[in-house]
């Protein structure tokens, strides 16, 4: 189904089951971050801890990304 389908679909609804549909999919968008969050925060104590990362100052990283 396209992205048009649906929001045309989701147009033909009555308003307050597309406000119940906005709540549903902005909660599990807000898990689905917190998950990445989550997965990233894991792979970077991962990579620390197997000497990937070394440890450094706020300006020493933004020094960093800012190379990038």
């Not at 989701?10 to 709540?23: H, Q, R, S, V």
């Not at 599990?28 to 620390?48: G, T």
Request: charged letters at 35%.
């Amino acid at each position: 189904m396209t992205f048009d389908k649906v929001l045309t679909e989701i147009m033909k609804m009555e308003i307050e089951a597309k406000e119940t549909l906005m709540e549903i999919v902005h909660h599990r968008l807000v898990e689905e971050k917190r998950e990445r969050i989550f997965s990233n925060a894991k792979k970077a104590k991962a990579d620390f801890v197997n000497g990937k990362l070394k440890p450094m100052t706020i300006t020493e990283a933004k020094k960093h990304l800012n190379s990038l």
